[in-house]
Protein backbone atom coordinates (compact mmCIF):
# COMPACT_ATOMS: atom_id res chain seq x y z
CA UNK A 1 0.00 0.00 0.00
CA UNK A 2 2.70 2.56 1.36
CA UNK A 3 4.80 1.87 -2.08
CA UNK A 4 1.83 2.18 -4.50
CA UNK A 5 1.41 5.79 -2.84
CA UNK A 6 5.12 6.63 -3.33
CA UNK A 7 4.96 5.11 -6.66
CA UNK A 8 1.67 7.33 -7.66
CA UNK A 9 3.27 10.21 -5.71
CA UNK A 10 6.45 9.90 -7.91
CA UNK A 11 4.11 9.97 -11.04
CA UNK A 12 2.13 13.01 -9.92
CA UNK A 13 5.79 14.82 -9.77
CA UNK A 14 7.12 13.60 -12.93
CA UNK A 15 3.91 14.62 -14.65
CA UNK A 16 3.90 18.27 -13.28
CA UNK A 17 7.44 18.92 -12.99
CA UNK A 18 7.49 19.54 -17.29
CA UNK A 19 4.24 21.87 -16.62
CA UNK A 20 6.25 23.76 -13.72
CA UNK A 21 8.90 24.71 -16.29
CA UNK A 22 6.09 25.12 -19.06
CA UNK A 23 4.56 27.69 -16.65
CA UNK A 24 7.98 29.57 -15.49
CA UNK A 25 8.86 29.77 -19.46
CA UNK A 26 5.74 31.20 -20.29
CA UNK A 27 5.45 33.81 -17.89
CA UNK A 28 9.24 35.15 -18.44
CA UNK A 29 8.23 35.23 -22.16
CA UNK A 30 5.16 37.22 -21.49
CA UNK A 31 7.08 39.59 -19.90
CA UNK A 32 8.85 40.28 -23.39
CA UNK A 33 5.33 41.29 -24.65
CA UNK A 34 6.04 39.07 -28.12
CA UNK A 35 3.22 41.05 -30.12
CA UNK A 36 5.21 44.16 -29.24
CA UNK A 37 8.81 42.73 -30.33
CA UNK A 38 6.62 41.29 -33.05
CA UNK A 39 5.59 44.72 -34.76
CA UNK A 40 8.70 46.24 -34.10
CA UNK A 41 10.70 43.71 -36.36
CA UNK A 42 7.91 43.89 -38.98
CA UNK A 43 9.13 47.52 -39.13
CA UNK A 44 12.89 47.17 -39.14
CA UNK A 45 13.00 44.33 -42.04
CA UNK A 46 11.34 46.59 -45.11
CA UNK A 47 14.25 49.14 -43.78
CA UNK A 48 16.98 46.76 -44.16
CA UNK A 49 15.38 45.99 -47.81
CA UNK A 50 14.95 49.61 -48.76
CA UNK A 51 18.77 50.29 -47.47
CA UNK A 52 19.49 47.81 -50.09
CA UNK A 53 18.08 48.42 -52.72
CA UNK A 54 17.03 44.65 -52.82
CA UNK A 55 17.96 41.75 -50.66
CA UNK A 56 19.85 42.29 -48.07
CA UNK A 57 22.61 39.79 -46.71
CA UNK A 58 20.58 36.78 -44.66
CA UNK A 59 22.57 36.52 -42.00
CA UNK A 60 22.33 40.36 -41.49
CA UNK A 61 18.79 40.12 -41.07
CA UNK A 62 18.77 37.50 -39.08
CA UNK A 63 21.21 38.98 -36.78
CA UNK A 64 19.41 42.46 -36.62
CA UNK A 65 16.48 40.91 -36.14
CA UNK A 66 17.99 38.94 -33.26
CA UNK A 67 19.79 41.72 -31.74
CA UNK A 68 16.57 44.05 -32.10
CA UNK A 69 14.23 41.40 -30.35
CA UNK A 70 16.70 41.34 -27.49
CA UNK A 71 16.25 45.47 -27.14
CA UNK A 72 12.89 45.37 -27.70
CA UNK A 73 12.29 42.52 -25.05
CA UNK A 74 14.50 43.94 -22.35
CA UNK A 75 12.79 47.08 -22.61
CA UNK A 76 9.19 45.34 -22.31
CA UNK A 77 10.68 43.68 -19.23
CA UNK A 78 11.56 47.03 -17.62
CA UNK A 79 8.24 48.36 -18.44
CA UNK A 80 6.64 44.94 -16.70
CA UNK A 81 8.64 46.05 -13.95
CA UNK A 82 7.70 49.43 -13.45
CA UNK A 83 4.05 49.22 -14.55
CA UNK A 84 3.66 46.23 -11.93
CA UNK A 85 1.10 48.52 -9.54
CA UNK A 86 -0.99 49.75 -12.16
CA UNK A 87 -1.07 46.16 -13.85
CA UNK A 88 -2.52 44.46 -11.08
CA UNK A 89 -5.47 47.24 -11.45
CA UNK A 90 -6.19 46.92 -14.59
CA UNK A 91 -8.09 43.97 -16.54
CA UNK A 92 -6.22 44.01 -19.54
CA UNK A 93 -2.72 43.78 -17.97
CA UNK A 94 -3.71 41.64 -14.12
CA UNK A 95 -2.87 38.81 -15.36
CA UNK A 96 0.97 39.75 -16.10
CA UNK A 97 2.96 37.63 -14.46
CA UNK A 98 4.67 40.12 -12.04
CA UNK A 99 0.78 40.89 -10.78
CA UNK A 100 -0.06 37.25 -10.44
CA UNK A 101 3.60 36.56 -8.73
CA UNK A 102 4.95 33.88 -11.32
CA UNK A 103 8.00 36.18 -11.63
CA UNK A 104 9.74 37.78 -8.84
CA UNK A 105 10.57 41.71 -9.34
CA UNK A 106 14.16 40.96 -8.40
CA UNK A 107 14.40 38.07 -11.11
CA UNK A 108 12.39 40.60 -13.81
CA UNK A 109 14.83 43.21 -13.47
CA UNK A 110 17.72 40.63 -13.91
CA UNK A 111 16.31 39.19 -16.80
CA UNK A 112 15.85 42.57 -18.36
CA UNK A 113 19.02 43.21 -17.99
CA UNK A 114 20.61 40.65 -19.61
CA UNK A 115 18.39 40.69 -22.79
CA UNK A 116 19.90 44.44 -22.82
CA UNK A 117 22.80 43.57 -22.55
CA UNK A 118 23.03 40.28 -24.79
CA UNK A 119 21.23 43.12 -27.41
CA UNK A 120 24.14 45.53 -27.05
CA UNK A 121 26.86 42.51 -27.23
CA UNK A 122 25.56 41.24 -30.34
CA UNK A 123 24.65 44.49 -32.17
CA UNK A 124 28.35 45.98 -31.34
CA UNK A 125 29.59 42.14 -32.64
CA UNK A 126 27.80 40.99 -35.77
CA UNK A 127 25.95 44.79 -36.85
CA UNK A 128 27.79 47.93 -36.34
CA UNK A 129 28.36 50.46 -33.07
CA UNK A 130 25.54 52.86 -34.69
CA UNK A 131 22.94 50.50 -34.78
CA UNK A 132 23.87 49.33 -31.45
CA UNK A 133 23.67 53.19 -29.88
CA UNK A 134 20.12 53.43 -31.51
CA UNK A 135 18.71 50.37 -29.91
CA UNK A 136 19.86 51.80 -26.73
CA UNK A 137 18.46 54.95 -27.05
CA UNK A 138 15.34 53.56 -28.19
CA UNK A 139 15.20 51.91 -24.87
CA UNK A 140 16.46 54.50 -22.99
CA UNK A 141 13.58 57.06 -24.26
CA UNK A 142 10.69 53.92 -23.73
CA UNK A 143 11.91 53.24 -19.68
CA UNK A 144 13.04 56.52 -18.62
CA UNK A 145 10.94 59.04 -20.91
CA UNK A 146 7.97 56.99 -21.22
CA UNK A 147 6.98 54.58 -18.70
CA UNK A 148 8.73 56.65 -15.69
CA UNK A 149 7.85 60.07 -16.59
CA UNK A 150 5.12 61.17 -19.27
CA UNK A 151 2.80 57.85 -18.64
CA UNK A 152 1.42 58.87 -15.47
CA UNK A 153 1.91 62.58 -15.75
CA UNK A 154 0.54 63.38 -19.06
CA UNK A 155 -2.43 63.28 -21.57
CA UNK A 156 0.03 63.70 -24.59
CA UNK A 157 2.05 60.56 -23.09
CA UNK A 158 2.03 58.42 -26.05
CA UNK A 159 2.35 60.98 -28.38
CA UNK A 160 6.00 61.86 -27.76
CA UNK A 161 6.56 57.95 -25.36
CA UNK A 162 5.50 56.93 -28.93
CA UNK A 163 9.25 57.60 -30.09
CA UNK A 164 10.48 54.83 -28.34
CA UNK A 165 9.25 52.36 -31.14
CA UNK A 166 9.83 54.42 -33.83
CA UNK A 167 13.53 53.59 -33.87
CA UNK A 168 13.17 50.40 -35.52
CA UNK A 169 13.18 51.72 -39.49
CA UNK A 170 16.81 53.71 -38.59
CA UNK A 171 18.51 50.80 -36.95
CA UNK A 172 17.32 48.55 -39.80
CA UNK A 173 18.79 51.15 -42.19
CA UNK A 174 21.95 51.70 -40.71
CA UNK A 175 22.70 48.26 -39.93
CA UNK A 176 22.60 47.56 -43.80
CA UNK A 177 24.30 51.17 -44.68
CA UNK A 178 26.11 51.91 -41.39
CA UNK A 179 25.04 55.42 -41.46
CA UNK A 180 21.79 57.30 -41.52
CA UNK A 181 19.57 59.58 -44.36
CA UNK A 182 16.58 60.94 -44.89
CA UNK A 183 14.21 57.57 -46.16
CA UNK A 184 14.61 56.36 -42.57
CA UNK A 185 13.60 59.58 -41.06
CA UNK A 186 10.29 59.16 -42.54
CA UNK A 187 9.57 55.53 -42.09
CA UNK A 188 10.59 57.24 -37.91
CA UNK A 189 7.97 59.29 -38.80
CA UNK A 190 5.22 57.31 -40.30
CA UNK A 191 5.61 55.40 -37.16
CA UNK A 192 5.24 58.25 -34.96
CA UNK A 193 2.30 59.80 -36.30
CA UNK A 194 0.47 56.70 -36.43
CA UNK A 195 1.44 55.52 -33.18
CA UNK A 196 -1.08 58.04 -31.06
CA UNK A 197 -4.60 56.53 -32.70
CA UNK A 198 -3.61 52.96 -33.08
CA UNK A 199 -2.55 53.79 -28.99
CA UNK A 200 -6.12 56.19 -28.31
CA UNK A 201 -8.38 53.15 -30.21
CA UNK A 202 -7.35 50.44 -27.68
CA UNK A 203 -7.52 53.20 -24.95
CA UNK A 204 -11.07 54.13 -25.51
CA UNK A 205 -11.90 50.28 -25.08
CA UNK A 206 -10.12 50.63 -21.87
CA UNK A 207 -10.93 53.75 -20.73
CA UNK A 208 -11.97 52.46 -17.32
CA UNK A 209 -9.19 50.43 -16.93
CA UNK A 210 -6.81 53.88 -17.55
CA UNK A 211 -8.89 55.63 -15.50
CA UNK A 212 -8.75 53.46 -12.75
CA UNK A 213 -5.40 52.65 -12.69
CA UNK A 214 -4.84 56.92 -12.66
CA UNK A 215 -3.26 56.77 -16.12
CA UNK A 216 -4.51 60.21 -17.80
CA UNK A 217 -4.99 58.70 -20.97
CA UNK A 218 -6.42 60.81 -23.61
CA UNK A 219 -9.25 58.99 -23.63
CA UNK A 220 -9.44 59.07 -19.74
CA UNK A 221 -9.43 63.01 -19.93
CA UNK A 222 -11.50 64.17 -22.81
CA UNK A 223 -14.66 63.74 -24.28
CA UNK A 224 -15.20 60.93 -26.88
CA UNK A 225 -15.52 63.19 -30.12
CA UNK A 226 -12.56 65.13 -29.23
CA UNK A 227 -10.52 62.10 -28.98
CA UNK A 228 -11.94 60.54 -32.52
CA UNK A 229 -11.78 64.12 -34.00
CA UNK A 230 -7.23 63.63 -32.99
CA UNK A 231 -7.31 60.26 -34.19
CA UNK A 232 -8.70 61.12 -37.72
CA UNK A 233 -6.07 64.36 -37.47
CA UNK A 234 -3.27 62.12 -36.74
CA UNK A 235 -4.61 59.67 -39.59
CA UNK A 236 -4.18 61.90 -41.91
CA UNK A 237 -0.73 63.28 -41.37
CA UNK A 238 0.24 59.35 -40.89
CA UNK A 239 -1.16 58.82 -44.99
CA UNK A 240 0.41 61.98 -46.05
CA UNK A 241 3.79 61.29 -44.32
CA UNK A 242 3.61 57.95 -45.52
CA UNK A 243 3.44 58.76 -49.49
CA UNK A 244 6.67 61.51 -48.70
CA UNK A 245 8.61 58.45 -49.15
CA UNK A 246 8.11 57.93 -52.58
CA UNK A 247 10.00 60.76 -53.77
CA UNK A 248 12.57 60.51 -50.93
CA UNK A 249 13.57 57.49 -51.32
CA UNK A 250 12.68 57.13 -54.70
CA UNK A 251 10.74 54.18 -54.98
CA UNK A 252 8.81 52.62 -57.62
CA UNK A 253 5.11 52.71 -58.64
CA UNK A 254 4.26 49.91 -55.98
CA UNK A 255 5.03 51.58 -53.02
CA UNK A 256 2.86 54.87 -53.34
CA UNK A 257 -0.11 53.03 -54.85
CA UNK A 258 -0.43 50.67 -51.51
CA UNK A 259 0.28 53.46 -49.27
CA UNK A 260 -3.02 55.56 -51.23
CA UNK A 261 -5.20 52.63 -51.41
CA UNK A 262 -4.19 51.62 -47.67
CA UNK A 263 -4.00 55.32 -46.60
CA UNK A 264 -8.01 55.46 -48.09
CA UNK A 265 -9.25 52.92 -45.85
CA UNK A 266 -7.23 53.92 -43.23
CA UNK A 267 -8.68 57.58 -42.82
CA UNK A 268 -12.44 56.08 -43.95
CA UNK A 269 -12.22 53.99 -40.87
CA UNK A 270 -10.69 57.02 -38.52
CA UNK A 271 -13.49 59.06 -39.99
CA UNK A 272 -16.18 56.46 -39.20
CA UNK A 273 -14.67 55.90 -35.66
CA UNK A 274 -15.29 59.73 -35.51
CA UNK A 275 -18.65 59.68 -36.43
CA UNK A 276 -19.64 57.06 -34.27
CA UNK A 277 -18.76 59.41 -31.51
CA UNK A 278 -20.31 61.91 -32.37
CA UNK A 279 -23.66 60.15 -32.57
CA UNK A 280 -23.17 60.03 -28.73
CA UNK A 281 -21.65 56.80 -28.52
CA UNK A 282 -18.97 55.64 -25.72
CA UNK A 283 -16.25 53.34 -24.98
CA UNK A 284 -16.78 49.63 -26.52
CA UNK A 285 -20.02 50.67 -28.41
CA UNK A 286 -17.68 53.03 -30.37
CA UNK A 287 -15.71 49.80 -31.84
CA UNK A 288 -12.57 50.95 -31.55
CA UNK A 289 -10.78 47.72 -31.66
CA UNK A 290 -11.42 48.06 -35.24
CA UNK A 291 -9.63 51.00 -35.86
CA UNK A 292 -6.95 49.30 -33.70
CA UNK A 293 -6.78 46.03 -35.49
CA UNK A 294 -6.95 47.59 -38.81
CA UNK A 295 -3.67 50.15 -37.96
CA UNK A 296 -1.92 47.01 -37.11
CA UNK A 297 -2.58 45.26 -40.27
CA UNK A 298 -1.88 49.48 -42.09
CA UNK A 299 1.49 49.62 -41.00
CA UNK A 300 2.24 46.13 -41.70
CA UNK A 301 0.89 46.55 -45.09
CA UNK A 302 2.55 49.94 -45.77
CA UNK A 303 6.55 48.73 -44.40
CA UNK A 304 5.78 45.12 -46.68
CA UNK A 305 5.10 47.49 -49.86
CA UNK A 306 8.42 49.16 -48.71
CA UNK A 307 10.63 46.22 -48.93
CA UNK A 308 8.64 44.60 -51.84
CA UNK A 309 9.28 48.07 -53.89
CA UNK A 310 12.91 47.64 -54.59
CA UNK A 311 12.27 43.90 -55.66
CA UNK A 312 10.39 45.25 -58.68
CA UNK A 313 13.20 47.41 -59.57
Not at 37 to 64: C, D, I, R
Not at 70 to 84: E, G, I, P, Q, T
Request: charged content about 10%; aromatic content about 10%; glycine content about 6%.
Amino acid sequence: MVASLQHATRDVEQTLAPARVRDVVSAYVALTKPRIVELLLVTTVPAMFLAAGGVPSLSLVLLTLLAGGLAAASANAFNCVLDRDIDELMRRTRRRPLPRHQVGTAQAVVFASVLGLASTVVFVAAVNWLSALLALAANAFYVFVYTMWLKRRWSQNIVWGGIAGCFPPLIGWTAVTGELSWAPWVLFAVVFFWTPPHTWALAIRYRADYAAAGVPMLPVVLPAPRVTLRILVYTAVTVVVSLLLWPVAGTGWLYPAVAAVLGAAFLVEAARLHSRARAGLVDAALKPMRLFHWSNSYLALLFIAAAVDPLLR
